[in-house]
């Protein structure tokens, strides 16, 4: 590693006896990382050193979002990102869950239709002409946001993400949870509100219905408040909520509730340090939602000793899944080879190949 300039040494560290063991640091300048974010509306790429520092943001609205076409976005924004780089170790992709289940995977507008994990990755490296590891959404936004983000120090945090719908990020002591194929913490279709509003999935009352962008979308655009699903959300949110209007507010008291109920639920089931909410929702928005929970006391998170809230805001913002995207490729790159060094055992270094 230190050969192809991914780590440095910073000097030895004093022995008792013998040789003093070199100390190594990463070389965050060593190498560059992309992430790419697929949503169905957007396209996002972060370019991040070793250190996991965003050097260059790239969004574009997407109109379409077969597979073919956005890999040739994707190609494009690569080309133009990596002129003067240093090293690049490779790509991350992330894309709404759930991946591969009939009948969800392609239900209405907060998926992404035809991307099937499992050619996905392979036709990404050759548009991309580099590796590509794939993976959800939430999942990387929680890895983002344990690096730099608010859950920095925890070892066991949930992570609500706001994609267009509503994705969970688990990551419980160190080690992000993905279950037996990649699909777990797909709370967006989890019934919150029996008999309630029908969801494209074929559940009534699903969460993703009440507290996701779509579903707050939806109901400006029904109010006469927002001219289209595709534009401007961001900017009428930010002004409406500055003015106080009741219609966004009627939308924050229903997702909040509904929200609550859903908090309560993930305490229980995964006892998380905290639960983190964030992604493609304005900052002033998210903690307008966090303002107006009411969480349930039968929770194992109402303890006596916390030192934190319950319930935080994130802080790395839009990009956030697409910064873990990049993260993805620069653990995968690192830690395999930190590892195996690790594990090797003594009388093993010396042996002659077989
Ligand atoms: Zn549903």
Same mark, same amino acid.
């Given at each position: 590693m230190e050969g192809e300039g991914l780590v440095h040494a910073t000097g030895r560290r004093p022995a008792a006896r013998g040789q003093p063991p070199l100390v190594y640091a990463f070389n965050p300048a060593g190498a560059v990382a992309l992430g790419f974010e697929v949503r169905p509306d957007i396209l996002t790429m972060v370019l991040t050193d070793l250190g996991g520092t965003a050097l260059l943001t790239r969004q574009m609205r997407l109109t379409r979002t077969d597979p073919a076409h956005v890999l040739g976005l994707m190609a494009q924004m690569a080309d133009e990102a990596?002129? #003067? &780089?240093?090293r690049i170790l490779g790509a991350g992709l992330v894309i709404p869950?759930?991946?591969? @289940?009939? !009948? +969800? =995977?392609?239900?209405? /507008?907060t998926t992404l239709p035809g991307w099937d994990p499992k050619q996905i990755p392979a036709m990404a490296a050759e548009a991309l002409g580099m590796p590509v590891h794939l993976d959800k959404d939430a999942t990387a936004a929680a890895l983002a946001e344990g690096m730099g983000g608010a %859950?920095?120090? +925890?070892?066991s945090y949930a992570f609500l993400y706001f994609g267009s719908g509503l994705g969970l990020g688990v990551v419980s002591q160190g080690q992000p949870l993905r279950g037996g194929f990649g *699909? %777990?913490?797909? @709370?967006? $279709?989890?019934?919150?509100?029996?008999?309630g509003l029908p969801c494209d999935c074929g *559940? $009534?009352?699903?969460l993703e219905q009440y507290v996701s962008r779509l579903s707050l979308q939806r109901h400006l655009v029904a109010q006469g408040l +927002? /001219?289209? $699903?595709? &534009?401007g959300t961001d900017a009428t949110v930010a002004a409406l909520l500055a003015a106080g209007n009741p219609a966004l507010s009627t939308w924050i008291t229903t997702a909040a509730e509904a929200l609550s109920r859903a908090i309560g639920l993930l305490e229980n089931l995964f006892d998380p340090q905290c639960i983190i909410l964030g992604g493609a929702l304005p900052d002033a928005l998210l903690d307008a939602l966090i303002a107006n929970l009411s969480l349930?006391? !039968?929770? @194992?998170? &109402?303890? %006596? #000793?916390? *030192?934190?809230?319950r319930v935080a805001r994130g802080? =790395?913002? *839009? &990009?956030s899944a697409a910064m873990g995207a990049a993260a993805l490729v620069i653990h995968d790159t690192v830690t395999p080879r930190l590892d195996a060094h690790r594990s090797m055992p003594t009388e093993m270094k010396d042996a002659p190949c077989p």
């Open positions: 990596q002129t #003067d &780089r240093p869950g759930p991946f591969g @289940v009939e !009948g +969800l =995977s392609a239900a209405g /507008a %859950a920095q120090g +925890l070892s *699909n %777990a913490g797909e @709370v967006g $279709h989890i019934i919150i509100t029996p008999g *559940n $009534h009352g699903c +927002l /001219a289209s $699903h595709t &534009r349930p006391e !039968g929770s @194992v998170s &109402r303890r %006596a #000793d916390r *030192n934190g809230p802080t =790395s913002g *839009n &990009r």
